[in-house]
């Protein structure tokens, strides 16, 4: 009796002591935000605002800064792979929105505005500052830019905080502060450098990073006590439990020094801030980076990705096109001629990057399927300029099977070949000679248009060179170097079309006819 007794004492006593520890690790596995999906956590992120997020080395798709610390501090606590996904600023909110990323980390400011669709927890203190050329007085407010150009970044809140100050001084009879918007902070500084702007608006924490950069050709000449401009803050979709399990970790991650050491290693605090000092020793231009841009692998891994998207989406433009285009020429009125008609139309009107950010991001909003991983930047880039392309290419090969004699086909008819016959041996050898020049061009214009997809995080070429500018801002050296990569693949092209315009001259009437006489 007494061994039963000893016996269920020491049951109960274990499974008392087991039941906290199994309670508290239950608790462990299911406080994870909603928006880690199968155990990763996906950040999206713009790698140009140095020390927030860049890329410090050649390789873009691996950015490094406090934003990268902070992201892998909250999947290692969360127990959760994490993907980072690099892209143009425009498009890091529509790809939260679309579920691309779980959660935004990119030097974003905090704002009302924003937290309207999104939540957002702080995690890091800032100050907007104005900074103009390092010969520039300082001014002691913002209405003394009033009729001065200012640059910002596209996409960003500076715009429209720079708007209510032109509403005060508008108000006040003085002139408006001119705004100039483009899509990269790098070309934003750009701009102060070569004098075309009086200054640009960003974030102190930058300015102090950038100081061995910009070689002390710029300093701040206003910081304006906006109290809605002090905090970078994480976004991810609205959630009452998510957010309070985000600024838990956010929390934590504060109190166990995890952040202030990330903020020492990026020299992120309020000693950076001091007067840049004038840097002479930098050159006019920089041989050793502009080789080194080259010669990079990251270079020519863009060049291979821009001139794979090139020929892939125009192949499948082409073989769309040319059925389209054998249907519009046919007899007669029909209802898929109308379709064909309304397609050409709208793809050859709607801008090109205008259907690129549709297919990235509004096609996931009514088809869940594509916001699959499977659905890469790659992917939409190639449906969408081969789409874009099929309406251009349509046009091209309908006028070449128009211009090909009438008469070409009836003698056709005549030695009793059938459709098919007609087409391959008689009508498509004399249009392709015809339809090959434009299509060509098309081409060329194609492969330069493939820089637009830097907009969805594809790092092409363009993609490749931004970023190295916004980490080393060697600008003439690196859009020199991108010059030449695109230079080389369109004089490869023109000299094949030379080539291929040679091999069928043979079919070309006039110089046949020439040689007769």
Same mark, same amino acid.
């Given at each position: 009796?007494?061994?039963?007794?000893?016996?269920?004492?020491?049951?109960?006593?274990?499974?008392?002591?087991?039941?906290?520890?199994?309670?508290?690790?239950?608790?462990?596995?299911?406080?994870?935000?909603?928006?880690?999906?199968?155990?990763?956590?996906?950040?999206?992120?713009?790698?140009?605002?140095?020390?927030?997020?860049?890329?410090?080395?050649?390789?873009?798709?691996? &950015?490094?800064?406090?934003?990268?610390?902070?992201?892998?501090?909250? !999947? =290692? %606590?969360?127990?959760?792979? *994490? /993907?980072? +996904? &690099?892209?143009?600023?425009?498009?890091?909110?529509?790809?939260?929105? !679309? =579920? %691309?990323?779980?959660?935004? *980390? /990119?030097? +974003?400011?905090?704002?009302?505005?924003?937290?309207?669709?999104?939540?957002?927890?702080?995690?890091?203190?800032?100050? *907007?500052?104005?900074?103009?050329?390092?010969?520039?007085?300082?001014?002691?407010?913002?209405?003394?830019?009033?009729?001065?150009?200012?640059?910002?970044?596209?996409?960003?809140?500076?715009?429209?905080?720079?708007?209510?100050?032109?509403?005060?001084?508008?108000?006040?009879?003085?002139?408006?502060?001119?705004?100039?918007?483009?899509?990269?902070?790098?070309?934003?500084?750009?701009?102060?450098?070569?004098?075309?702007?009086?200054?640009?608006?960003?974030?102190?924490?930058?300015?102090?990073?950038?100081?061995?950069?910009?070689?002390?050709?710029?300093?701040?000449?206003?910081?304006?006590?906006?109290?809605?401009?002090?905090?970078?803050?994480?976004?991810?979709?609205?959630?009452?439990?998510?957010?309070?399990?985000?600024?838990?970790?956010?929390?934590?991650?504060?109190?166990?020094?995890?952040?202030?050491?990330?903020?020492?290693?990026?020299?992120?605090?309020?000693?950076?801030?001091?007067?840049?000092?004038?840097?002479?020793?930098?050159?006019?231009?920089?041989?050793?980076?502009?080789?080194?841009?080259?010669?990079?692998?990251?270079?020519?891994?863009?060049?291979?990705?821009?001139?794979?998207?090139?020929?892939?989406?125009?192949?499948?433009?082409?073989?769309?096109?040319?059925?389209?285009?054998?249907?519009?020429?046919?007899?007669?009125?029909?209802?898929?001629?109308?379709?064909?008609?309304?397609?050409?139309?709208?793809?050859?009107?709607?801008?090109?990057?205008?259907?690129?950010?549709?297919?990235?991001?509004?096609?996931?909003?009514?088809?869940?399927?594509?916001?699959?991983?499977?659905?890469?930047?790659?992917?939409?880039?190639?449906?969408?300029?081969?789409?874009?392309?099929?309406?251009?290419?349509?046009?091209?090969?309908?006028?070449?099977?128009?211009?090909?004699?009438?008469?070409?086909?009836?003698?056709?008819?005549?030695?009793?070949?059938?459709?098919?016959?007609?087409?391959?041996?008689?009508?498509?050898?004399?249009?392709?000679?015809?339809?090959?020049?434009?299509?060509?061009?098309?081409?060329?214009?194609?492969?330069?248009?493939?820089?637009?997809?830097?907009?969805?995080?594809?790092?092409?070429?363009?993609?490749?060179?931004?970023?190295?500018?916004?980490?080393?801002?060697?600008?003439?050296?690196?859009?020199?170097?991108?010059?030449?990569?695109?230079?080389?693949?369109?004089?490869?092209?023109?000299?094949?079309?030379?080539?291929?315009?040679?091999?069928?001259?043979?079919?070309?009437?006039?110089?046949?006819?020439?040689?007769?006489?």
């Amino acid at each position: 009796m007494f061994r039963k007794s000893l016996l269920a004492f020491a049951i109960s006593l274990g499974v008392s002591t087991a039941l906290p520890f199994a309670a508290s690790a239950q608790d462990a596995a299911g406080d994870v935000p909603s928006f880690v999906q199968n155990g990763t956590l996906t950040v999206c992120t713009n790698p140009t605002l140095p020390p927030m997020t860049f890329v410090k080395g050649s390789d873009a798709s691996k &950015p490094e800064g406090m934003d990268i610390d902070v992201a892998q501090a909250l !999947a =290692q %606590r969360w127990h959760a792979k *994490l /993907s980072i +996904i &690099p892209m143009d600023f425009t498009g890091l909110f529509p790809s939260l929105g !679309a =579920q %691309r990323c779980g959660m935004v *980390l /990119s030097g +974003i400011i905090q704002l009302p505005a924003r937290e309207k669709n999104f939540d957002a927890i702080a995690y890091q203190d800032t100050a *907007l500052t104005v900074v103009a050329r390092a010969n520039t007085a300082p001014i002691t407010s913002m209405a003394d830019l009033s009729g001065k150009t200012i640059a910002v970044q596209s996409g960003t809140s500076y715009a429209t905080r720079i708007n209510r100050e032109n509403e005060a001084l508008t108000a006040a009879g003085k002139l408006p502060i001119i705004i100039q918007q483009y899509p990269t902070e790098d070309q934003v500084v750009q701009q102060v450098l070569i004098g075309r702007v009086f200054a640009f608006v960003s974030q102190d924490v930058e300015l102090y990073f950038r100081q061995k950069q910009l070689h002390g050709k710029v300093r701040i000449i206003l910081k304006p006590d906006y109290p809605d401009y002090r905090h970078f803050a994480v976004y991810f979709r609205k959630n009452a439990q998510d957010r309070i399990m985000v600024q838990t970790a956010i929390a934590a991650l504060e109190q166990d020094g995890t952040l202030q050491a990330s903020r020492q290693k990026w020299s992120i605090s309020a000693q950076s801030e001091q007067a840049l000092t004038q840097d002479e020793s930098a050159s006019s231009f920089n041989w050793s980076a502009f080789f080194s841009a080259l010669t990079s692998l990251a270079f020519f891994k863009g060049a291979c990705i821009t001139l794979a998207v090139a020929l892939l989406s125009h192949a499948i433009a082409i073989v769309i096109s040319i059925p389209m285009a054998i249907t519009l020429n046919g007899r007669g009125n029909s209802v898929l001629k109308a379709v064909l008609k309304t397609y050409v139309s709208v793809f050859r009107g709607a801008p090109t990057l205008l259907q690129l950010l549709f297919i990235w991001n509004a096609l996931p909003q009514f088809f869940p399927i594509f916001r699959e991983q499977w659905f890469t930047p790659f992917l939409a880039t190639l449906v969408a300029l081969a789409i874009n392309e099929s309406a251009y290419q349509v046009e091209i090969n309908r006028s070449a099977l128009s211009a090909v004699d009438a008469g070409q086909e009836l003698a056709a008819d005549a030695l009793g070949m059938n459709r098919k016959q007609v087409y391959r041996h008689v009508i498509f050898p004399q249009a392709l000679r015809i339809a090959l020049p434009p299509t060509i061009n098309d081409f060329i214009s194609l492969l330069k248009t493939t820089s637009l997809a830097s907009v969805i995080s594809l790092q092409e070429l363009l993609a490749i060179t931004q970023v190295q500018v916004a980490r080393t801002f060697e600008f003439t050296e690196y859009y020199a170097a991108a010059l030449v990569y695109y230079l080389a693949m369109v004089f490869f092209f023109l000299f094949l079309q030379k080539r291929v315009e040679r091999r069928f001259s043979w079919a070309d009437r006039k110089k046949a006819s020439a040689n007769a006489s």
